[in-house]
């Protein structure tokens, strides 16, 4: 059954040094607030885990809490690159970082396979790319009924998915809807979960379309009333574009960057 | 009439499109080429983002793939492993309509690192996203780039999609479905595969344009149609919709 605690606390039990961390949320309902407790509570050597690394990850990187990324697009969505994640790639800053790189079907289908209890995944996928050439957990698979050549890609398993939604009940339920995602299935192939949620209601009304994790399906939740910011949750607020592009000069240049951490951190620069 | 050539290369990727297609839409000038064929000539064109937004109908350009708008307006809305799995790898959109940082002659593009050295890139860019499938699956796949030589290379430095390999019939002997990439638009032109040798070749040029200008901007020697086309100029209601839906986007 999920317990329902503060997100201070839900990222001291569920998040250790060294684990493989994945945070979730396509372009909506992105777990920034819980990003940034990983900063603030200086986790380090995590093997992070997400389709679309944005801001949050180029910040996660930036404070040096990764030690690998597997990962299939990491930009600034309508905005451009990800300048902490390019400087540490080409640079090594602040420290190395190893990636593992997919494509979305690629990441999509290892956490499919992870939430079935399979080891691997199989697609059409990869054919003729150089991604097959770099990323050894792609591999070519023969189909046993018809011959033919397929992909394989193995399951993801986290020590953690972090994922945010629009709310859940007292007991712990989770209930998200608009774009929903690759959230159920990484919360359903992690080891343990964590979901902020921007309110915690006697009641989930439904919703057409729903997403629903039950509590015995998830961990732990915490309320965080706009955790997700500058992302949107539908129904509760909107993106806020201009932060996306207010990022791109910040993440440019490391002193920036490191006044915009103090901030986040909460010492003086 | 007054236009500015991205108006011109939106204008000419729009009308690449046709009404009554499905299309897997990038974001950038994918998606404003889609959203203007879809409120001039091709009003029953179904736009599919990588969101999971089925038939996204949006009042103005979104800035990110799954803005709330896309979602709001969309017929459907599935998750991220079904879009791929159900829709997009089984055959069933007509065109996949994508930018890319890097393009060469044989319609491979590259969104992932410049530089010949992935461990020790010159220089990191985002990476795949939806593209290697996108461009493996749909029946067909039509990119949209400003032309520059720094774009438009004779080989891709790493092969994130694959178009034509090393020229004809490399799809069919690797068991890809879709047609590859058909169509090139850029600010100076359109580009199609020669039908012999699968080398995008020039076959329409913008009003205005002259040939040297494109092979300025043209990494390897670029080979041109003979029957080489005028691109029609964008008409009035091309202009006023685009600049509308642009207008609505600030």
């Known amino acids: 059954m999920a317990k329902v605690l503060p997100l201070a606390d839900g990222i001291a039990e569920l998040v250790h040094d060294g684990d493989v961390v994945a945070l979730e949320g396509f372009t909506h309902l992105i777990p920034v607030a819980a990003g940034h407790e990983i900063i603030r509570q200086g986790r380090k050597d995590l093997t992070l885990v997400r389709m679309t690394p944005d801001i949050v990850y180029d910040q996660m990187i930036g404070a040096g809490c990764a030690r690998k990324l597997i990962f299939s697009w990491g930009g600034n969505p309508g905005v451009g690159s990800l300048h902490r994640f390019r400087d540490a790639v080409q640079h090594s800053w602040p420290v190395p970082l190893e990636i593992e790189e997919h494509s979305h079907a690629g990441m999509a289908n290892r956490y499919v396979a992870g939430a079935s209890g399979l080891p691997f995944a199989v697609l059409r996928g990869y054919t003729g790319t150089d991604l097959a050439k770099q990323t050894d957990t792609i591999k070519p698979i023969t189909c046993p009924f018809t011959g033919e050549q397929l992909t394989a890609v193995p399951a993801l398993n986290p020590d953690v998915t972090i994922v945010h939604a629009q709310r859940a009940d007292r007991a712990g339920n989770v209930q998200l809807w608009g774009i929903a995602g690759v959230q159920k299935e990484a919360v359903l192939a992690a080891k343990c979960s964590l979901v902020t949620v921007e309110e915690i209601v006697d009641e989930l009304e439904p919703k057409p379309g729903a997403v629903i994790l039950p509590n015995w399906a998830v961990t732990a939740v915490a309320e965080v009333p706009f955790g997700a910011k500058p992302s949107y949750a539908a129904g509760y607020y909107e993106r806020d574009n201009d932060a996306y592009q207010a990022w791109d000069a910040i993440g440019k240049d490391r002193e920036e960057f490191g006044k915009w951490l103090a901030g986040i951190v909460g010492v003086k620069a | ?250």
């Open chain 2, 1 to 250: 009439m007054n236009y500015t050539s991205d108006e011109m290369m939106s204008v000419a990727a729009a009308r690449a499109l046709r009404d009554g297609m499905s299309c897997f839409v990038g974001i950038g000038l994918p998606s404003t080429a889609a959203n203007l064929a879809r409120r001039t000539h091709a009003p029953d064109l179904t736009l599919i983002y990588e969101s999971g937004c089925l038939g996204a109908k949006p009042t103005r350009l979104p800035l990110s793939i799954g803005d709330g708008e896309l979602a709001e307006t969309a017929d459907a809305v599935v998750s991220v492993p079904e879009v791929f799995n159900y829709w997009l790898q089984p055959g069933r959109i007509d065109v996949g309509f994508l930018g890319a940082a890097q393009l060469d002659k044989f319609g491979n593009s590259n969104p992932t690192v410049i530089g010949a050295d992935y461990a020790d890139p010159k220089v990191r860019l985002p990476g795949a996203g939806g593209a290697p499938e996108i461009a493996a699956s749909c029946r067909e796949v039509f990119v949209v780039l400003r032309q520059s030589s720094r774009a438009f290379v004779d080989k891709v430095d790493f092969v994130t999609s694959f178009g034509h390999g090393s020229g004809k019939g490399d799809r069919e002997r690797l068991g890809l479905r879709g047609a590859g990439p058909t169509l090139v638009v850029t600010d100076l032109g359109l580009m199609r595969p020669d039908p012999e040798t699968s080398e995008l070749t020039l076959t329409e040029l913008h009003p205005g344009v002259e040939l040297a200008q494109v092979y300025a901007a043209t990494g390897w020697k670029l080979k041109v149609a003979e029957n080489l086309s005028a691109t029609p100029e964008p008409t009035e209601t091309e202009l006023r919709i685009l600049r509308e839906l642009k207008k609505a986007s600030e």
